[in-house]
């Protein structure tokens, strides 16, 4: 039995594809074709494509919501396995106690702080507005106005080499968009979240307080969201405005008008346009203010010369 045809058998027909765009799958709109696309809804099947794509030494690479990563014009070789369908959210909590929420790696943010907020949980006000799912969320420790996941996130189930393992949030080694997951890779199956207790009225006016900050000082065109990491002492926005980089551009990527510390494609940009703007930004910042801006965005497939 060849490799596709035993992954034919793990899952229904539609959940696998072949050659497939990746552009339609993240929320910069570019990316060249997966080799093979697989959409598992249960973790028992994301166990069976993980131990195949081990088995016959597939590259297997994941991936959630695609808010964060910017795929190669030429694709992504061996796997891609989208968590998107993996959705489930538990809620124990009640009322003017402090509550738990479990939610599977493909949940998205928005789904899971509206589900804390109706629940009178306070904590995640920060993650609504962020677009992208809780296992990309944990996986790089994803934050919003002074707050992040290591807050408030107490557990994370994962799949790691053929078995499954719970890893308290205390062990996870949160760091400034990093984890352990990220440092020692594993599939992050669901988290458990520790939320405190508050009124839904005033979760929720923070909540709207914080999305139309976002909508004020954030693009609306597609991007991978902040291209660089703030560097330390320093915001890697303002440095990039001060090298008189707003507005640039290489091909149909642009550094945004808005807020410099986004690219954004402008319709039609590949990869290797955005690439070679991030490489212009990084050499003009760092010969204007001798700081090197290190990539926020997730390059999956070719890596660039300068990375």
């Not at 809804?41 to 131990?51: H, R, Y």
């Not at 205390?170 to 458990?192: H, L, P």
């Not at 303002?238 to 980089?245: D, Y």
């Not at 954004?264 to 930004?281: F, P, R, S, W």
Request: overall charge neutral; glycine content about 12%.
């Amino acid at each position: 039995m060849t490799f596709i045809k035993a992954l034919r058998k793990i899952l229904p027909a539609g959940a696998l594809l072949t050659n497939e765009p990746m552009a339609k799958y993240t929320s910069f709109n570019i990316g060249g074709p997966a080799e093979v696309l697989a959409k598992p809804s249960t973790v028992a099947q994301l166990q069976e494509i993980s131990a195949l794509c081990h088995t016959h030494n597939w590259p297997l690479t994941l991936l959630g919501e695609g808010s964060n990563v910017l795929v190669a014009d030429e694709g992504i070789h061996g796997v891609v396995m989208l968590t998107t369908g993996l959705d489930t959210l538990q809620i124990d909590a009640k009322p003017g106690e402090i509550g738990y929420i479990t939610a599977a790696a493909g949940v998205r943010l928005s789904k899971l702080a509206d589900a804390a907020c109706e629940s009178g949980l306070q904590g995640l006000e920060f993650a609504q507005s962020i677009p992208g799912s809780v296992g990309g969320a944990v996986y790089m420790n994803a934050g919003a106005y002074g707050h992040d996941i290591e807050e408030v996130c107490t557990a994370v189930t994962l799949l790691k080499t053929g078995k499954i393992i719970k890893i308290p949030g205390k062990e996870m080694a949160f760091g400034y968009r990093t984890s352990r997951v990220q440092n020692e890779g594993g599939c992050i199956i669901e988290a458990i979240f520790r939320l405190l207790p508050g009124d839904p009225g005033e979760i929720r006016a923070t909540i709207n307080k914080l999305n139309a900050e976002r909508r004020e000082k954030q693009p609306f065109e597609p991007s991978a969201g902040s291209t660089f990491k703030r560097p330390k002492g320093h915001f890697a926005g303002k440095l990039i405005r001060e090298a008189g980089l707003m507005g640039r551009t290489v091909g149909a990527a642009q550094v945004s008008e808005k807020h410099a510390g986004f690219i954004i494609n402008k319709g039609g940009a590949t990869a290797q346009d955005v690439c070679g703007l991030m490489e212009i930004v990084r050499k003009d910042v760092y010969s204007n203010a001798g700081v090197w801006l290190e990539p926020e965005v997730k390059i999956l497939g070719q890596k660039y010369p300068w990375m």
